[in-house]
């Protein structure tokens, strides 16, 4: 039972290229979650998933889009990033937020 | 809007002494109020979800408590390895989605 695992764990990117984020769990939860974690700033909702197929805006959404096609994946992409996305992102699973260890972006 | 304030932003403690963190929020209507901590880069670790005023929550030497503006989290002897930032979030009732409000954290160092 691994819980919640991220890939990658670590990315640099040059502005504009693209990427995804792989959120993966085993827990058979219905919802999941991104989370972005800036110094200062806190954790930061970006999108989330109340189950397979479905997806909602959260509070910084702006710049990232977000797929549920299997319910144990939640993907979230960047189509062209900037150094503005440079952050510690977080999956999170579950009516409890299990998360996961992360993946620390940064955008050059 | 719903707001979550947690302080203080850091406290230094010696091994042993006993201190409290505190979460005060507004949110309209409560589902649930959780703590988290989360160690350096790593994940925030789930520690307790607390529903109504009054209720009282232990994990070895945490307690949460819960009123209907802030929650507590009491550290009794705490030991270095309790050294961590520790987050409050807040569940509106209203919000379908069971999204999570976070504060800021407080960074807490325990010193042998």
């Known amino acids: 039972n691994a819980g919640v695992t991220q890939t990658p764990k670590f990315r640099v990117l040059k502005t504009g290229q693209s990427m995804t984020l792989l959120c993966a769990q085993d827990?058979?939860?219905?919802?999941m979650y991104w989370y972005r974690q800036d110094p200062g700033m806190g954790l930061r909702l970006i999108h989330y998933s109340v189950g397979e197929g479905t997806t909602a805006k959260g509070e910084v959404p702006d710049g990232y889009n977000v797929s549920r096609l299997k319910k144990q994946n939640f993907l979230l992409g960047l189509e062209s990033a900037a150094p503005s996305q440079t952050s510690v992102y977080f999956c999170?699973?579950?009516?409890?937020?299990?998360f996961g260890p992360g993946t620390r972006l940064t955008v050059t | 809007e719903d707001q979550v304030t947690q302080s203080p932003e850091a406290l230094r403690l010696q091994e042993g002494e006993s201190s409290s963190l505190n979460c005060s929020y507004t949110?309209?209507?409560?589902?649930?109020l959780f703590w988290y901590r989360q160690d350096p880069g790593k994940g925030p670790e789930f520690l307790f979800t607390?529903?109504?005023a009054g209720e009282e929550k232990e994990k070895e030497r945490l307690k949460a408590t819960l009123t209907k503006k802030e929650s507590f989290l009491h550290i009794t002897a705490p030991k270095p390895e309790d050294s961590a930032t520790y987050l409050c979030a807040v569940q509106a009732a209203m919000d379908s989605g069971y999204a999570l409000n976070f504060g800021k954290g407080t960074s807490l160092l325990v010193t042998p």
């Open positions: 949110v309209s209507g409560l589902r649930g």
């Open positions: 607390l529903y109504s």
């Open positions: 999170a699973s579950g009516y409890e937020q299990y």
């Open positions: 827990m058979n939860h219905e919802y």
